[in-house]
């Protein structure tokens, strides 16, 4: 079974450093990789997709993520934090069921200090 | 609409009572997701539906929680006789179609308190 590995409960960081959050997976396949963002209060907002081709991966907000198949981890990526970034990110693994279905992970809180 | 929405955004509710909850998809999304967040989980997948059928119930915890979906709008989860350990943010999702890299869109969600 499908599986997300998101070590890191809570993070802080202070506004304009460099932010990098874990996620390892488990998954038979070639998985399918999302990044998702929860703002309180918000539903949640794609903030990037894996699903073939190049490895590292371009979001929104300047956010990025890393593909390493070897080390079965999909990281997130942001050179410079901003207080707004302040939410919950979850990582998600999808399968090829022929539907997208999701297992996510617990999530990690990111809380930005100025 | 302009995105998913949920109602009621908020319940408070009896122990042995029932609760529904309503998602209203993006327009034109065919398939549509429940799923359940508790405090400090990440979301547990509770039910897809495709059109009106429900291909994936896997998630459903119980025979407690039942869903439907009127043609390819609006569904309601269904919780009866709610315990505690039912009281979670239920979360409701829709994209265009089942392929696997449609995007899936959430709701803002309807968080269930069970006394």
């Known amino acids: 079974a499908q599986s997300v590995t998101q070590p890191d409960i809570h993070i802080t960081v202070s506004e304009g450093a460099s932010l990098e959050l874990r996620c390892n997976y488990s998954?038979?396949?070639?998985?399918?990789l999302f990044w998702y963002v929860q703002s309180p209060g918000q539903g949640l907002q794609l903030l990037l997709k894996y699903f073939s081709g190049d490895t590292l991966v371009q979001g929104i907000k300047g956010f990025e993520a890393e593909f390493k198949r070897s080390q079965s981890s999909f990281n997130l990526r942001k050179p410079s934090v901003h207080w707004s970034d302040a939410a919950e990110y979850f990582c998600?693994?999808?399968?090829?069921?022929?539907?997208?279905?999701?297992?996510f992970g617990i999530g990690t809180k990111l809380q930005v200090i100025p | 609409g302009a995105g998913v929405s949920q109602s009621p955004s908020n319940k408070v509710t009896e122990k042995g009572k029932d609760v529904e909850l309503r998602c209203d998809p993006i327009s034109g999304h065919t398939a549509l997701y429940w799923y359940r967040q508790r405090l400090g989980q990440g979301l547990e997948f509770l039910i897809y539906f495709q059109g009106n059928s429900a291909p994936d119930k896997s998630g459903l915890p119980s025979d407690r929680f039942s869903a439907e979906r009127t043609g390819e709008s609006v569904s309601t989860l269904t919780i009866q006789r709610t315990q505690q350990e039912d009281s979670a943010v239920y979360l409701c999702a829709s994209s265009l179609g089942p392929r696997e890299n449609n995007e899936q869109f959430f709701g803002p969600g309807t968080r269930l308190t069970v006394l």
């Open positions: 998954y038979g396949a070639t998985p399918y």
């Open positions: 998600a693994v999808g399968g090829s069921g022929g539907y997208q279905k999701v297992t």
